[in-house]
T-cell receptor, first 115, second 114 residues
């Protein structure tokens, strides 16, 4: 069965510092992988996705993630944190035949950015 | 519309009351999903529609939960005889493609059962 594990429920960084949010997945078939961001009282916004092809994917707001099959990881990074990056981040894997199915989400990581 | 619209935004229900939550997907989107997000948790899948067909309802927690999308556009999630454990945010998402390339979420309906 597919699953997602996000290491660290809370991450705190200083403004301007590197952001690293960790995600490991388990999947019996080639996965589609996603990172979503959720601001308070809002829905989820897609940051980036990996489907096939290039393993380093770039998303919105300066975020990027690298798919590493050997490590079953899809960690999210950003070189320099902004105050506006403070939010909840969710990693997810797509399951279902032909990847037409549901998303399995991790538990989420709360990113705090200190001035 | 420009995005996925959900209503009501907030709903308080007395235990035992029936509720109906509405989702207006992006026009023309084929796929529609419902998720339940408990406080401090990631969203959990409830059900999936492709046009008007409900292809997967494996995530519905009990037979008190029912979803429909009769004309392949607007969808309604109905919860009968609500219980306190139903308190959560219910998220709707839609996608243009049948293949999941990352769909668009609505802002959700926060249901509180008292």
């Amino acid at each position: 069965a597919q699953s997602v594990t996000q290491l660290g429920s809370h991450v705190s960084v200083s403004e301007g510092a590197l952001v690293l949010l960790r995600c490991n997945y388990s999947s019996s078939v080639p996965p589609y992988l996603f990172w979503y961001v959720q601001y308070p009282n809002q829905g989820l916004q897609l940051l980036l996705k990996y489907t096939t092809g290039a393993t380093l994917v770039k998303g919105i707001n300066g975020f990027e993630a690298e798919f590493k099959k050997s490590e079953t990881s899809f960690h999210l990074t950003k070189p320099s944190a902004h105050m506006s990056d403070a939010a909840e981040y969710f990693c997810a894997v797509s399951v279902g035949s032909g990847n037409t199915g549901k998303l399995i989400f991790g538990q989420g990581t709360t990113l705090q950015v200190k001035p | 519309g420009a995005g996925v619209s959900q209503s009501p935004r907030y709903k308080v229900a007395k235990r035992g009351q029936d509720v109906a939550l509405r989702c207006d997907p992006i026009s023309g989107h084929v796929s529609l999903f419902w998720y339940q997000q408990a406080l401090g948790q990631g969203p959990e899948f409830l059900t999936y529609f492709q046009n008007e067909a409900q292809l997967d309802k494996s995530g519905l927690p009990s037979d008190r939960f029912f979803a429909e999308r009769p004309e392949g556009s607007v969808s309604t999630l109905k919860i009968q005889r609500t219980q306190q454990e139903d308190s959560a945010v219910y998220l709707c998402a839609s996608s243009l493609s049948r293949v999941n390339y990352g769909y668009t979420f609505g802002s959700g309906t926060r249901l509180t059962v008292v």
